[in-house]
């Protein structure tokens, strides 16, 4: 493995005012995003060739206010669930039938593995789709879930619910980016929080959403 980028010091407020990051400020971010960018973040964790069928699926990257700052929610799946045992993740999972938008998708997986109601989501936007080593292109849709709130945690699949401070997450002093075995392909890492450790395509999610917002 090797570092592709040693982190930089830590700017006062990274270059943005605490008071810009406003709901309306996120909203207008992602909406410019999604005019100027292409279908997917031009990053693929698999090579891609045209035998390979990727499946829908979508994913909620949920925002909460509270002690003055923004906060990004996250979870940990459990040892019982099929894949990505033990691994941090955003709710979310993959495309039922009949669901014709990522937004019906994953409102429908935070309501089943966090028990979030989706009329308590206030959809800020979406972020350009990611496809992950599991073969699957992935929307990232991002919501505001009211603070505080009773998440009702689905035992099976959801080990804890957690957050990160969104200023955290954006200080680069807090992660590293590393090359794989192939040099057109990277993993992001983060210091471990709270005693939770986020890397690979949540990492990478976050990061996308963090340079959206002009925090990187």
């Known amino acids: 493995m090797r570092l592709l980028r040693k982190p930089r010091p830590r700017r ?11 709901e309306e400020y996120i909203r207008q971010r992602l909406l410019e995003s999604n005019h100027n960018q292409a279908d997917t973040d031009g990053y693929a964790e698999i090579a891609l060739h045209p035998e390979i069928r990727l499946k829908c699926a979508a994913v909620l990257l949920p925002l909460m ?13 459990t040892d019982r669930v099929e894949s990505h045992k033990g691994q941090v993740s955003f709710p979310g999972g993959a495309c039922d039938e009949g669901e014709t938008t990522p937004e019906q998708t994953a409102l429908r997986e935070a309501d089943e593995e966090i028990g979030v109601n989706p009329a308590d989501v206030k959809v800020l936007g979406r972020l350009s789709r990611m496809i992950t080593i599991s073969k699957y292109r ?20 959801v080990a804890r619910v957690f957050t990160i ?5 954006a200080n680069r002093n807090n ?4 090359t794989l075995n192939d040099p057109d392909r990277s993993v992001i890492a983060y210091h471990p929080y709270d005693g939770e450790l986020l890397w690979g395509a949540t990492a990478r999610m976050t ?10």
Do not use: C
């Open 138 to 157: 992935v929307s990232p849709i991002v919501g505001v879930i009211p603070f505080p709130y009773a998440y009702k945690v689905a035992g099976i699949e």
């Open 65 to 77: 206010y509270f002690q003055d700052e923004w906060h990004v929610l996250y979870t940990r799946r």
């Open 165 to 169: 401070p969104l200023m955290w997450l």
């Open 12 to 22: 006062s407020i990274n270059f943005i005012d605490m008071n810009t990051l406003t």
């Open 175 to 178: 992660f590293w980016e590393f």
């Open 207 to 216: 990061v996308n959403f963090l340079k959206v917002l002009g925090l990187l």
